[in-house]
């Protein structure tokens, strides 16, 4: 073929192209015109009092539309002192008007719409009768007989709006659940009603430890009769193995009734009324992995602030970081894993909560939060949050206690749609993109739920202070915080989740799809004899597993103990243990690459594409600036993109093995995503 001839077809070929694209362009935003955008970040709109009128609601969607919003989440509220007159009473007609009204709006302008499945939190309210509200356990013996009974919490739901007062419900009950669903199931057989997302807010369910059918599920899933055991459940420490497996098998029932009555049944209800389902699982008596896994969008929660080495970032120095604790992007990884493990498409976030009081919080303070949600896997942000306020009030308008004001009165509001404008585009990019994680980091959580818990008896994981104490003062926590600083990628991983891993070709596929290379199991007290047996199988097919400084000590539960425990030592005996300061070198023995990354101080994370391995990177400290830089991707070419400046350039690029040498510019404060793109795009490049 002549060169004339071969410029001619390539010149064909790429009409073709153009307009395959053109027409692609065209029906995507014909079709997206209609919808809401994901990209954008939305926010917690809080209804006080549900005082809400149509006026109001238009200006305040028209304003947050302008701004840059994709959407919001209604949750009604108390009330504006003073204006009980004009409150909404929740799901009255007249509220159902109101968000009919609201979602139609909200259409008009490209804006979605989710709500909370209630008012305040937790879930609760009028519907919810004492034999379904939340309970505790009182042992108590009579006549020589020990017995236990269930009492009433007589919690009420926090800061309920009109018309959502009421008790808050047992979220062990399925048949309460699904009772308090019913009013919400009638509601959204009428499409007028068509918001996006349902949710569920933090588990704050306090003192309640029972149901009226526990010791039923309990010798359901345990096998055996808890009742003779009843003056141990009273205990409020552990003092023998014995003790702590009866606690054991407590704690587990009490998760896996948090899991399947209330957790799944509640998912699975949302998507039978056509919506999906926002979760914030954190704070419950259950495993998180597993709890966040069952919601179609895992949420987590950045609450508070912290100290970041950029140059002027100031924060708020009445922050109680005893009280609250210090936001940790290894807390976060509990939502981002359970969502990578499942392959789900969205992880969101509750951003920038009480980062200082009313009218004292600056943009700069707020954007390093983001970049360190998105590096740690958020691709869905919602600023917490936005009253609504009439148009006409004067300034400042309505003010939610608890959030940072990101409303039309806010004083940085002119600014806002920067921000908004540049966390579009990076979600745009994290979203069409999947985790390209290798090691699966196993949460023992037997070891907590084998004790007593003190006087409520239940362990409530929470973000905050306390909780993270539970969760990262143990070996698992060393584990997680030396895979950070060493600049590996990895997911945390749970006895469930576990259970579901397949091992084939070379690698571990989680129950979701996604590939792994390895599973590190930290010191281990108790081991439960499904997760044993799956770890076998695994064993046995060629899967590397690590265990770190020593092999489980124990089975978890009470049934079957001393066989088990035989098993245990079975498995034990072909096993050998890796020291976690060797951990590092173990994992590169087996292909594993770390990022240097880390120790300059910048984070990251690593996905993958269709053009190749993508990185999101964000640099919160002063040791770097410029210089060379070893990432653990390849490619035939790089693409530098800074979303804030919206610049590209293309960069040279020096191979050393596994890894790639760039050159990068890169300020305290600053992120940049960083696309490797593959040798096939490349040739289809060229074909054209």
Not at 63 to 81: E, M, N, T
Not at 271 to 281: D, L, P, T, V, W
Not at 417 to 431: G, K, S, V
Not at 474 to 493: C, E, M, P, T
């Amino acid at each position: 073929m002549s060169f004339t001839k071969l410029e001619n077809q390539r010149l064909a070929n790429f009409r073709r192209v153009c307009l395959l694209i053109t027409f692609f362009l065209i029906g995507m935003f014909t079709t997206n015109a209609q919808k809401y955008d994901t990209h954008k970040p939305w926010a917690y709109w809080w209804w006080m009092g549900s005082a809400v009128d149509e006026a109001g609601i238009r200006k305040n969607l028209q304003d947050y539309a302008q701004a840059g919003f994709g959407g919001l989440h209604i949750i009604p509220i108390y009330g504006v002192k003073g204006n009980d007159a004009n409150n909404l009473d929740f799901l009255s007609p007249k509220w159902n008007q109101m968000l009919a009204f609201t979602v139609k709006e909200a259409n008009n302008l490209g804006l979605g719409i989710d709500m909370t499945m209630g008012t305040g939190w937790p879930f609760g309210g009028k519907q919810v009768s004492e034999n379904e509200a939340a309970k505790y356990f009182e042992v108590f013996t009579e006549n020589g007989k020990t017995s236990v009974r269930a009492l009433p919490t007589k919690q009420k739901v926090k800061r309920a709006a009109p018309g959502g007062e009421g008790l808050v419900l047992d979220h062990f009950n399925k048949e309460a659940l699904e009772h308090y669903m019913k009013p919400f199931q009638t509601l959204f057989q009428s499409p007028e009603y068509g918001v996006r997302a349902l949710y569920n807010d933090s588990y704050e369910v306090y003192g309640a430890n029972w149901t009226s059918n526990f010791l039923e599920e309990f010798q359901k899933r345990r096998g055996y009769d808890l009742t003779p055991y009843l003056s141990t459940l009273a205990k409020t420490e552990t003092k023998d193995l014995l003790e702590k497996r009866i606690f054991g098998d407590y704690n587990a029932t009490i998760a896996d009734l948090c899991r399947e009555a209330f957790t799944k049944t509640w998912a699975e209800g949302v998507r039978k009324m056509g919506k999906i389902s926002r979760n914030e699982a954190h704070g419950s008596p259950g495993n998180m992995l597993d709890l966040y896994a069952l919601s179609d969008v895992p949420e987590t929660e950045y609450f508070g602030t912290k100290y970041f080495d950029i140059p002027n970032f100031r924060r708020d120095p009445k922050f109680e970081e005893t009280r609250y604790g210090i936001p940790d992007p290894l807390v976060i990884k509990f939502a981002t894993s359970a969502a990578n493990t499942e392959n789900k498409k969205f992880v969101g976030s509750e951003t920038a909560t009480w980062l200082a009081d009313h009218f004292k919080v600056s943009l700069s303070q707020v954007k390093p939060i983001i970049d360190e949600s998105l590096t740690s896997g958020i691709n869905h942000i919602f600023y917490h949050g936005v009253p609504y306020s009439p148009p006409q009030d004067a300034y400042p308008g309505w003010l939610f206690y608890a959030s940072t004001n990101f409303n039309q009165q806010s004083h940085f509001w002119n600014e806002l749609h920067f921000l908004n404008e540049y966390i579009a585009r990076c979600q745009a990019l994290l979203q069409e993109s999947k985790a390209q994680n290798d090691v699966l980091l196993y949460f023992p959580i037997h070891d907590i739920w084998h004790d007593a818990g003190g006087k409520e008896h239940v362990h409530l994981l929470s973000v905050h202070a306390n909780a993270q104490e539970l969760l990262f003062n143990n070996s698992f926590g060393q584990v997680a915080k030396l895979l950070q600083s060493k600049g590996f990628n990895y997911d945390y991983i749970s006895d469930l989740q576990l259970t579901q891993l397949k091992y084939a070709n070379g690698k571990l596929q989680s129950h979701g799809g996604l590939t792994y290379k390895t599973i590190v199991i930290p010191k281990t007290q108790y081991l439960p004899t499904e997760t044993l047996k799956a770890l076998q199988t695994l064993q046995k097919q060629g899967a590397p597993i690590l265990f770190i400084d020593q092999l489980p000590a124990n089975t978890a539960g009470f049934r079957n103990w001393e066989s088990n425990e035989a098993l245990l030592a079975k498995f034990n005996a072909s096993l050998k243990t890796t020291d976690i300061s060797t951990l590092p070198n173990a994992l590169a023995k087996l292909g594993i690459t770390s990022e240097e990354m880390a120790s300059k101080g910048i984070s990251f994370i690593k996905k993958k594409n269709s053009k190749g391995t993508l990185y999101f990177i964000s640099n919160f400290s002063q040791k770097f600036q410029e210089g060379n830089l070893l990432l653990g991707a390849k490619g035939e070419a790089v693409e530098i993109y800074d979303p804030l400046h919206q610049t590209k350039e293309y960069i040279s690029l020096n191979k050393k093995g596994a890894y790639t040498e760039i050159k990068l510019a890169l300020l305290a404060g600053e992120s940049r995503f960083v696309q490797f793109f593959d040798k096939n795009l490349l040739r289809l490049l060229l074909k054209i």
